[in-house]
């Protein structure tokens, strides 16, 4: 408001700063003796000095933002200018990032040897298994060799059930796969008779298997 009322003020005085007008480096100045030499070449040269101050923009407005464009008073605002600053992406892992990773790793490869130690014992087992029964002169203790196989088969599953390599019920399931085949085993060569309903089930819950 007050810049404003500034401004209002020097239109009121446009008078006495049309004395002395600057364009483009072109100065012309009116002495009073000119003034009164005649007083229609001093109307003269007063209408063309207004003609040019209509398209002039004085210090004093130019510094407080304001400006005269055809005689209508118009507020030029400063522009502002922006200033990007872009910041790289870190490329460097934290720390506790990096040690997660280890951890991480490290907890896959034990428990993939693990899961590689349960399923190398029941290969073992299952593969001797096949061999006596197929067997035609199998003997009864022969089947020592195969239950010392199913329990170290038994505790690589523990093992891996125990640190979680393994869950609960998967071990089970193994556990189970390795006792019905020895059983069908000694069902084979007459080890073992239960009872026919229960033989039926188990012959074919091991064929399905």
């Known amino acids: ?44 040269r007063r209408g063309s000095s207004a003609t040019l101050g209509s398209s002039l923009s004085y210090s004093q407005s130019v510094s407080q933002c304001i400006a005269f464009s055809s ?6 605002k400063p522009m502002r200018q922006l200033i990007v600053c872009e910041a790289a992406a870190p490329t460097k892992k934290a720390d506790s990032a990096a040690k997660r990773a280890r951890q991480a790793e490290k907890r896959r490869l034990y428990n993939k040897s693990k899961k590689s130690e349960a399923r190398t014992r029941m290969k073992k087992v299952l593969e001797a298994l096949e061999g006596l029964k197929k067997k035609a002169d199998a003997q009864p203790d022969e089947i020592v060799t195969v239950e010392k196989l199913i329990g170290e088969a038994y505790s690589a599953i523990d093992k891996a059930v125990k640190v979680r390599a393994l869950h609960k019920n998967t071990g089970a399931r193994r556990k189970s796969r390795l006792a019905r085949r020895k059983k069908a085993v ?24």
């Open 71 to 76: 005689g209508n008073l118009r507020v030029q």
């Open 186 to 209: 000694e069902i084979h060569h007459g080890w073992y008779v239960p009872d026919t309903a229960v033989a039926a089930a188990a012959e074919a819950v091991t064929m399905a298997a």
């Open 1 to 44: 408001m007050a810049t404003i009322v500034q401004c209002l003020s020097s239109c009121a005085a446009l008078d006495s700063k049309f004395k002395v007008l600057s364009l483009k480096g072109i100065s012309s100045s009116f002495s009073s003796a000119s003034a009164s030499s005649s007083s229609s070449s001093f109307s003269t």
